[in-house]
C-alpha cells in the first residue's frame, strides 16, 4: 500500500474510531471485546483499503456486524466477562439509576438472537434507516422490520422493567 493510501486510512480511522468503537461497545457488551472487534474489522478494511468504494465507514460497519454475529453463532451460553478497573473512591454523581437501566438492557440484549440484537443495535444505536439496516446486515428492509418488531416484542417480554426507558441510546453509550 502507498504512502497516501495509508495516510488516508490513518485519516479514515481518525475521523471515525471513537463512533466506530460506541457501535463496537453495543454490539459486544464489553470494552475489550469491542476493541478486538473494531481492530479486527479495521484489520480486515486497511487489508482491502484499494478496494473500498463509496463509505468506508459502512464497511467497517458491516465487517462489525458479520464478526459479531458469526461471534454470537459460536458462542456457548457460558461466557466470560472481563472486570474493569474499580475506582478507589465513588462517583461524587450519583448516576446509580442510569447505570443500572444499561446494565438491564445490555443484559436484555445478550439475552436475544444474533440476528436481532444486530438490528436493534443498528436501528435505534445507530439510527439507520431499514434499508441502510438491511445493507449492512445482507437482507431485505421488510426482514429489518419483521426482526425489529420481534426483537422488541421479545425485550417486552425478557424485561419488562425497561418499558420506561427513554432511548436506546442513552441506556447503551
Known sequence: MSDSETEQFQHFVAGCGDRM?????????GHHAAEDLLQDALAR???RWRHVRGDPEAYVRRAMYHSQVTVWRRRSR????PAGNVPDRADPRDETAATDSRLQLRQALMRLGPRQRAVLVARYFEDLSDVETANVLGCSASTVRSQTHRALARLREIAPELAGLHTFRESVG
Do not use: Q
Not at 468503537?21 to 457488551?29: D, H, I, K, S
Open 45 to 47: 478494511t486497511y487489508a
Open 78 to 81: 457460558l461466557r466470560e466477562v
Open 21 to 29: 468503537f460506541r457501535v463496537a461497545l453495543a454490539l459486544t457488551g
